[in-house]
């Protein structure tokens, strides 16, 4: 029969979507409910025989749409309990929430919460009701949410999602599919992933064919063996993971002026008869160390069916190579070594990070250094090395450096951020001397070797959220390793065109793996996870348990949004730490008068609770490499150019700058903040090198500006500081804050002495006219010597008039004030 040609009955419920739940068995789905007494027909490509055909289980519906009528009259809606759900049922309550109930008044109201029950042989959270309450009027949109106001994002396959004109992505009920539409199919062998399986069904099999593609069970499918190309004394073994590859290729040459020469290999398919395990492998009698590789793989194209092959594929698993394109570099592990183990980690409550580019920092660096030095690791190890190195003066103890990972900048002197990921194992090639014998590995590793000599930790900006151009995994798996809607388009919410689904195990892995290589052979100290909500906290989750059996001390930092939400709240019962863009947002605001005190104080304690449930677990930053800079955002300048700050564009970074170093949680500022860096007022610069560059000079024309951070570094790095440097929350009388109910805010600090016998007293005021803060029997605590104020940290031997704490404290217009009280 031919699946492909026939035409279909008008009045028959149409085949819409076809997925494998196991490799010999399926379910089709109906654009509306099947309601003939007499089922349906089915049909699949290939000779393959259908043993059983029913309609599916409840449980197909609760995963698939999130709901299903058990009779006409009842409603269920369900959450499985599986990896990937948002929620943990010993701690969250969830609850349905929609039109119908008022969707916020729904959470916390016990008539609409999901209970736990089984379904199916699984787990669920179950809500029954009449359907009634629920199937009413146009507007039966719907969404899960937790009892903590986590709402629960559909997936991006999911079939019944629709956004709003707000931009929210919501849950409907169709009448006409309440799980009748779906039916499942039992096969009489397994299917061979590799093949292009189509089915037919309906009414008398005459509505044409569709794809049948796998489904969950597919992204569980994976290997423990040894991926890439690994050598073993005379031996060189390559493996690569491709789950539904029709045959794989190895390239190799030992010279690339000669390419079309290179030597083809075939590789074997491990695994069962059906290539569940996905693993190809060879192993070649010599040892390739220095070589170039790279794959050809012929597979099924899922739009069309029909057999492709995709040429020069990039090992995911390389460990170094030529350019973004490839080909990888065979490298043999015991050449490649380990990176500095002898430096000790900061704690994370001691960390004050600043971030760079390897460029930025490298380009008008006062060394001397070629041209080729200065685009990459060389060049900025010279600096790293020399006495009057930025950032050792400055004082931080972490540099989180843009991406090093091999990236899609298109020619070796192209700038570029690099959040545009082509492989993960692989120093980037433009910042190596010599990329055709891998010069990188030894560069990074003696870079990150010369920052810890330095004193400063070293995190990488690490983008595992989606990949860059071209994107070999694509080449690999489309399905597999990439999230796609129910049509089969690529998911775009990190707004590069392609997410990476994290949640499929060797993606995962890939994750976990490429981490701890760079841990163990560059000596990294830790990771921010751009776009970190894309991952999602199950993965999340198995990245922290993964790093920390490799690195216990690692440093884990999420960027927790995208653009299709925020996961800060759910990071709390996690080891991560997040960049707070609510403290970001905050700051901008307050040093121009907009802000309140009581907001102040939420910050300054450390954004607890909801947004950071231990102290460290907030990255507290005014400025990234994102958007504009600080000085641009707040500068009274027309444009938004801080070019040439005006006397209160310095005030406030001031301010903010005590602020900064005064809160809870880990500071972060960006580089040349510290001197006033302005790019001009422009914002999204990822390609402009020389907006980026840092100009030292200016330093040196805002030295007040520079010392001020640099001082601020160094007290919040004192004994005294530590204060401010918390591992576990303070006690309830820690803080002790006084406002006169507008903006300005004055706080002790260990007003109850839980922390030793010396208090610290900070009062701030952002406004434009003098304050008086009534700070009453503080004042009479003991001798309060002043240690900074908005212009400067004090000279101990200076003996200049200082502004005394009494119990009406005034702070001045645009001022700040830092005492000591000790015994």
Request: proline letters at 5%; glycine letters at 8%; charged letters at 25%.
């Amino acid at each position: 029969m031919r699946l492909d040609s026939i035409g279909m009955s008008p009045n028959a419920p149409r085949l819409v979507r076809a997925w494998l739940d196991s490799l010999s068995s399926g379910i089709v789905e109906f654009d509306r409910n099947w309601e003939s007494s007499a089922p349906p027909a089915i049909a699949l490509s290939g000779g393959a025989e259908v043993i059983r055909f029913a309609r599916a289980p409840d449980l197909t519906a609760a995963k698939t749409y999130r709901y299903f009528l058990g009779d006409a009259a009842t409603l269920s809606i369900a959450l499985p309990i599986r990896r990937g759900s948002g929620v943990n049922p010993a701690v969250d309550r969830v609850y349905v929430a929609g039109a119908f109930n008022g969707w916020q008044a729904a959470v916390g109201d016990e008539a609409w919460r999901l209970k736990p029950t089984d379904l199916g042989g699984e787990k669920v959270l179950l809500w029954t009701g009449p359907a009634g309450k629920v199937i009413r009027g146009d507007d039966i949109r719907f969404k899960l949410v937790t009892g903590e106001n986590l709402w629960l994002q559909p997936p991006d396959d999911a079939p019944n999602s629709v956004r709003d004109d707000s931009g929210n992505i919501n849950r409907y009920i169709d009448p006409g599919r309440t799980g009748a539409h779906l039916w499942r199919f039992e096969l009489g062998a397994a299917l061979d992933l590799a093949g292009a399986w189509k089915v037919a069904a309906g009414a008398d099999v005459s509505g044409g064919s569709l794809p049948l593609v796998p489904g969950e069970f597919f992204f569980e499918l994976g290997t423990d063996l040894p991926l890439g190309a690994s050598i073993a004394e005379q031996s060189t073994t390559f493996r690569i993971f491709a789950p539904r590859a029709e045959s794989v290729t190895l390239h190799a040459a030992h010279d690339l002026a000669n390419r079309k020469a290179a030597s083809a290999f075939p590789l074997a398919r491990r695994g069962d008869a059906h290539g569940a395990a996905g693993t190809w492998e060879v192993v070649l009698d010599r040892n390739l160390h220095g070589w170039f590789y790279w794959y050809s793989i012929e597979s099924v194209d899922d739009a069309t069916g029909s057999r492709t092959e995709k040429s020069d594929v990039l090992d995911p698993y390389a460990l170094a190579t030529v350019d973004r394109v490839g080909p990888g570099i065979v490298l043999d592990r015991e050449w490649v070594g380990r990176g500095d183990t002898e430096f000790r980690t900061p704690a994370w409550q001691d960390l004050i990070v600043v971030e760079a580019h390897v460029r930025d920092l490298n380009a008008k660096a006062p060394v001397k250094a070629t041209a080729a030095e200065r685009r990459g690791f060389s060049g900025l190890l010279k600096w790293v090395e020399s006495p009057d190195f930025y950032l050792h003066h400055l004082g931080v103890n972490c540099v989180e450096l843009q991406p090093v990972q091999e990236f899609d900048n298109k020619t070796t002197e192209e700038y570029h951020w690099g959040y545009m990921t082509n492989a993960f194992f692989a120093p980037e090639s433009s910042y190596c001397l010599s990329p055709l014998e891998a010069s990188g590995v030894r560069e990074l590793q003696q870079l990150v070797k010369a920052f810890h000599a330095r004193g400063i930790a070293v995190i990488l900006d690490v983008v595992y959220n989606h990949v860059g151009e071209p994107p070999h995994l694509l080449s690999i798996d489309r399905l597999y390793y990439f999230e796609q809607d129910s049509a089969g388009n690529l998911a775009n919410w990190s707004a590069c065109g392609n997410d990476l689904r994290a949640s499929a195990a060797m993606a995962r892995r890939l994750i976990i793996d490429s981490c701890a290589h760079l841990i163990e052979a560059y000596g990294i100290d830790g990771f921010r996870f751009d776009l970190a909500e894309l991952l999602g906290i199950d993965v999340l989750r198995d990245i922290e348990a993964a790093l920390k059996r490799v690195k216990p001390g690692v440093i884990l930092i999420a960027e927790p949004w995208s653009f299709r939400g925020h996961i800060a709240g759910a990071l709390r019962d996690t080891g991560w730490a997040s960049w707070n863009d609510g403290y970001r947002n905050f700051l901008k605001e307050y040093v121009r008068g907009s802000g309140s005190a009581e907001r102040l104080e939420y910050f300054l304690r450390g954004s607890p609770w909801y947004f950071a449930k231990w102290p460290a677990q907030t990255v507290n930053y005014t400025e990234s490499h994102d958007d504009r800079t600080w000085l641009d955002s707040i500068t009274e300048n027309a444009g938004f150019d801080g070019t040439n700050p005006t006397p209160n564009d310095v005030r406030r970074t001031h301010l903010m700058a005590s602020v900064l170093f005064m809160s809870v949680g880990i500071p972060m500022i960006a580089e040349g903040q510290d001197f006033l860096r302005s790019k001009g007022g422009m914002g999204n610069t990822y390609l402009r090198g020389d907006v980026n560059a840092l100009d030292y000079r200016r330093m040196y024309r805002q030295l007040a500006t520079h010392a001020y951070f640099a001082d601020w570094i160094a007290f919040r790095r004192s004994a005294r500081g530590r204060l401010l440097r918390h591992f576990t929350r303070p006690s309830e009388g820690y803080f002790r804050f006084f406002n006169a109910g507008g903006s300005a805010l004055a706080v002790v600090l260990n007003a109850d002495l839980s922390k030793g016998s010396e208090r610290l007293l900070y009062a701030i005021n952002p406004v434009d006219a003098e304050v008086t803060l009534s700070i009453g029997e503080v004042a009479g605590w003991g001798n309060w010597r002043p240690l900074a104020d908005q212009d400067r940290f004090m000279n101990p031997a200076s003996r200049a008039a200082t502004r005394k704490v009494e119990a009406e404290l005034e702070v001045p217009a645009l001022g700040c004030g830092l005492w000591l009280c000790a015994p």
